[in-house]
Every structure is written in structure tokens, then in C-alpha cells.
């Protein structure tokens, strides 16, 4: 006779993520043979328990959240009594995207119960293990470079403008590593 139940729930707040399962069984088993004498039987009866945690955040952040920009230059250049102007800007603009996420996953499993026969006797049944993982990665990608913006106009009005960009581009990514059995393990009674 085996007996199971099983319970799964995963809760989720924003970027956090947490997947738990619970599994437990019970095995009861008996035999009962004459043709070997007339008191044999044999017996175990076990408790199964299974447990598994999974936790994982993500995380994202970039120029469009928190804008990073400097400005070296901001002038407007008469041109005389023509009441033509220029107007030229120098900036340096810093696009960035950093994408992050990490998680661990822990293990549980016991077994608890006895095996009992005429020959053996009583021997007691214990086994547990317990096994951890941490997984993350990350992803870095950085664009910095010059930015020369132009315009020109007659007192407000603007005739001409145009922008000439330069940007060198960064990436760095760590995407998944993983190390298994990063929690203490045992096994035993």
C-alpha cells in the first residue's frame, strides 16, 4: 500500500520568483509465506518526504530608467547685424543597459521507517540528503561617445539642425553559472 500526496505553489512579486513542491509517500508492505514455517512474515513500512525550494530574482536597469548625460559645451553664435544664429551643443550621452538574475534551488529528501523478518530481525530505515545549487548571470552594455547637435535660424525661427553622433560600444555578459552541491550535504541517520 503507498500513499502520496504532492503539493506544489509558486509565488511570484515582482521580479522575485519562488517555486516550492512538497512530496510525501507512505509504503507499507507486508509478506506472509507458510511453505517457509508458520510464523515467517516480513514487514516494512516507510515515510517518503521530498522537498525542493527554487528561488529566483531578476533585475534590469538603464539609461532610459536613470539618464546620464553631459554637456561640455551650449552656445549660441550671432552672426552680426544679419540676426542669422548658430546655435552648437557638445554632449556626451551615456547609454548603458545592465541586466542581472541569481537564484538558488535547495533540496531536501528523507526516508524514515523499518524492514523487520525472523531471519534479520529489526533493522531501522533513515536516509536523508540535502543538495543546493546557486545559478546567476549578468549582462553589461555600455555606449559612450560625443554628440555634436547644430542649429540655424533668423531670430526664432530655426532654418537648419542636425546632429552627428559617435558612440563606442561596450558588452560584457556573464550569462548562467552554475555550481551544484554549494549547500552542506549529508546523507545518513
Known sequence: ????????????????????SLKGSIHVWSYYDASVSEDYMESETTLNFES???CAAT????DKDYPIQLTFFDMPIPF???????HLRVNI??????????????SYSSSTGYRHNPVDGYQPISAKTCTGQLHGGAEFDIRIGPEVEFAVGVSAIELLAGSISLQNNHKISQISRQHKDTMPSFEGG
Open 93 to 106: 550621452p551615456v547609454r548603458y543597459e545592465f541586466k542581472g538574475e541569481g537564484g538558488i534551488k535547495v
Open 1 to 20: 500500500m503507498e500513499t502520496l500526496l504532492e503539493v506544489t505553489h509558486t509565488f511570484e512579486q515582482g521580479p522575485i520568483v519562488v517555486n516550492t
Open 80 to 86: 552680426g547685424a544679419t540676426g542669422l544664429t548658430a
Open 52 to 54: 525542493t525550494v527554487d
Open 59 to 62: 533585475a534590469a536597469v538603464s
